[in-house]
């Protein structure tokens, strides 16, 4: 008994190390970026955009090696699914979340994209005639490329329109070098623990109450991890930011996939769990209802019957793994 409390302590514990992890690596970089004379524009498209997914990224890489390949999986759906219908369902209940056209037409479906892209390395048995299957190095380096596509792209809409990004959102304030590197140091160190006690401990709860690593990971994991999106988009809400809203959920859905998934499965071949068809095909319908929104009545934009409506779609697919197990 003792021994579970402190599993389910240090589970919790992970998460919250995750977070502020990302959090002090994201601002003692930035500072040092700042420092060395980098612009505010590539701050943003690089250490903050990349900082935001790190929890993401270190559980991926840590449930890899160890094998829990469910947990892998389930991070990135989890926290994918979360994103549009959590996060965004949110937001448009606080205020109504207007798209620009630009993320209509080419953000959306490039996260779109990216759930396709997912489907087939996922389902190559239809292909190569074979059972078990791998996401192997050759898909992650596919889909980096997919990603250096999409960071381009930002960088030049960043740089054409000169909008602030997401950097600006935050306080880059100057610090001293020491204080610098022991934030970045301080970082690396909470994120790496924290993902080694996430990953311990939902593999440890699944055991326990016969679940699957999947439904941990898909769920407590997916919305710890999903934290900083969440955060960052209710503070833009509140503040009438909804470009950084929307560019924060959608962003991290392309990153998650293609850059966490990608690297993850380069560092080591993932195993595909035989049931994650449904959970794909979930989030490719959560993506398009997103796309299929914006557009009733043509108003572009998602209000609070739509946001209210994606909350309730959430809690079904969250009832739905719980009775799956």
């Not at 890899?64 to 979360?82: K, Q």
């Not at 059972?131 to 596509?149: A, K, P």
């Not at 509140?238 to 392309?254: E, H, P, Q, R, T």
Request: glycine share 8%; net charge neutral.
């Amino acid at each position: 008994m003792i021994e579970a409390y402190i599993q389910y302590l240090s589970f919790i514990g992970g998460i919250i190390l995750l977070i502020m992890g990302a959090n002090y690596l994201v601002e003692g970089a930035s500072s040092l970026a700042k420092r060395l004379g980098v612009s505010t524009i590539i701050i943003g498209l690089t250490i903050v955009a990349f900082g935001t997914s790190m929890p993401e990224l270190v559980v991926n890489i840590v449930a890899a090696s160890r094998g829990a390949t469910e947990v892998a999986f389930g991070n990135i759906i989890g926290s994918n699914i979360s994103n549009i219908l959590l996060v965004l369902g949110i937001t448009a209940i606080i205020t109504n979340v207007s798209i620009k056209r630009n993320t209509t037409w080419k953000e959306i479906p490039f996260a779109l994209l990216s759930v396709i892209v997912l489907f087939v390395v996922a389902n190559k048995f239809m292909i190569e005639g074979i059972e078990i299957f791998f996401i192997t190095r050759i898909d992650g380096i596919i889909m980096l490329l997919f990603f250096s596509i999409f960071i381009y792209y930002a960088f030049m809409m960043a740089k054409a329109s000169k909008e602030r990004v997401e950097a600006d959102e935050i306080q880059i304030k100057k610090r001293n070098i020491f204080l610098i590197l022991l934030m970045i140091i301080g970082g690396l160190i909470g994120l790496y623990f924290g993902g080694e006690l996430t990953v311990n401990g939902a593999v440890f709860i699944a055991e326990q109450f016969g679940l699957s690593q999947f439904l941990i990971s898909a769920t407590i994991i997916a919305i710890g991890t999903s934290l900083p999106e969440l955060v960052t988009s209710v503070i833009a809400a509140f503040k009438k930011n909804i470009d950084l809203a929307v560019g924060n959920v959608i962003g991290s859905n392309i990153f998650n996939i293609f850059w966490i998934l990608g690297v993850t499965s380069i560092i080591n071949p993932v195993p595909v769990p035989n049931f994650i068809n449904f959970d794909i095909l979930f989030l490719a319908i959560s993506t398009i209802l997103l796309f299929t929104f914006i557009f009733i009545g043509g108003k572009r934009e998602l209000d609070r019957k739509e946001g209210t409506f994606f909350i309730i779609l959430y809690l079904a697919y969250i009832i739905f793994l719980i009775i799956r197990g």
